[in-house]
């Protein structure tokens, strides 16, 4: 007994010949309209062709268009590690992350990011790039982070989108932040400058006119001072890896609103007696790899200091009075971590008053000091 659909079947195969029955063969895109009435749409379209007809010839699909060798993916280009020497060509106009570090770009031209102004963070890191045209950044309207670490620049690049955040450009060889340099930026994130041949002499007045930052970094360079002329609502400055010997009165005067500051791994031996009153919001201190004798004289008048580092210095004593203050209650935030290890002083040669003002005791980290 067949069903319905059985019948229909055995009949359909019954009306097509044996011989006829051929096997698969796959067509392209526009062979499937060759056959039916009319001799197909393709027969339409060439005959529509040769008499003249009104009717536009369909456009071919469109498929996204990517940079050959590159990857592409949710509004993400990968061009990475492909030996480039220039920027490459089409890169899709909704693209938000465009990755080309590691490669041997040596120029940015002007139109090298024509058609970008979605681009949200360009990495460039690890090229060979010494030139860039005046108007190279100007398509990117939107661009937060630009990563420009590990070329040939010597100069930070002109006219950075207003909308920047985020600059990361150390491990070049530049020598001078010149006046007007961050002129069209508003309000950013984080500068991180380190690893550059820059003196104190190499910020011109007004280089960071108008720009309100919330972090920079500039270790690793050749200052010998603390430069007087940075952006004065800094959170957080780092100086790390310099040649400063000495942090002098009206060093500090003008960053009132830092609560992180770094100065480890300089050859600083003196503070000078009230330099650290100008920094009434510091959380943490950093001054670990310098030459200093003794604790850094105005530690119990900053109310908030919770880290200090002073490991690897030349310190031979400890007073009762170095860390906590006199008053009880003047102290708003305790310590929570003090570091003296690879210092001469003796361990057992310290008050334990000295530390009154500490949270736990787990908090002071003394060492064995090895001459």
């Not at 690890?126 to 010597?154: D, E, G, W």
């Not at 770094?262 to 943490?284: A, D, H």
């Not at 305790?334 to 361990?347: T, W």
């Amino acid at each position: 007994m067949f069903s319905h659909c059985s019948v229909l079947l055995l009949s359909m195969f019954s009306l097509t010949p044996l011989s006829l029955a051929l096997p698969f063969e796959q067509r392209g895109f526009w062979d499937f309209g060759i056959d039916g009435d009319g001799g197909g749409l393709m027969t339409m379209m060439m005959r529509d062709e040769e008499e003249g007809s009104a009717v536009e010839e369909l456009p071919p699909p469109e498929f996204p268009v990517c940079p050959f060798g590159c990857h592409c993916q949710l509004k993400v280009v990968q061009c990475s590690d492909l030996g480039l020497t220039e920027v490459p060509k089409n890169i899709p106009a909704e693209t938000k992350l465009l990755d080309l570090q590691n490669n041997r770009i040596s120029e940015l031209k002007e139109n090298d990011f024509k058609g970008l102004a979605n681009l949200y963070a360009l990495s460039l890191v690890n090229n060979k790039i010494s030139k860039v045209h005046p108007r190279a950044f100007i398509p990117m309207q939107h661009l937060q982070k630009l990563y420009f670490s590990r070329n040939l620049l010597t100069a930070i690049p002109k006219n950075l989108p207003p909308s920047l955040v985020e600059l990361r450009i150390h491990e070049n060889r530049i020598k001078k932040v010149a006046e007007g340099t961050f002129s069209s930026l508003g309000i950013m994130n984080c500068i991180e400058m380190g690893g550059n041949p820059i003196q104190n002499s190499g910020f011109e007045p007004g280089a960071f006119k108008g720009l309100k930052l919330n972090y920079l970094r500039i270790s690793e360079a050749k200052l010998t001072g603390i430069p007087k002329d940075l952006p004065d609502n800094l959170h957080e400055l780092h100086l790390d890896h310099n040649e400063i010997q000495a942090i002098e009165l009206e060093d500090l005067s003008r960053y009132k609103h830092l609560y992180r500051l770094g100065l480890g791994n300089n050859r600083i031996r003196m503070i000078e007696n009230g330099s650290l009153s100008y920094l009434p919001n510091l959380r943490e201190l950093h001054l670990e790899n310098n030459r200093l004798s003794r604790v850094p004289r105005g530690l119990p008048d900053l109310k908030y200091l919770q880290v200090v580092y002073l490991h690897s210095n030349n310190i031979s004593q400890v007073n009762v009075d170095d860390f906590c203050p006199r008053r009880f209650g003047t102290k708003r935030s305790f310590y929570n971590g003090i570091s003296l290890y690879a210092n001469p002083v003796q361990y057992w040669e310290v008050q334990p008053a000295a530390f009154r003002c500490v949270n736990d005791r787990l908090a002071i980290h003394f060492g064995n000091y090895k001459k």
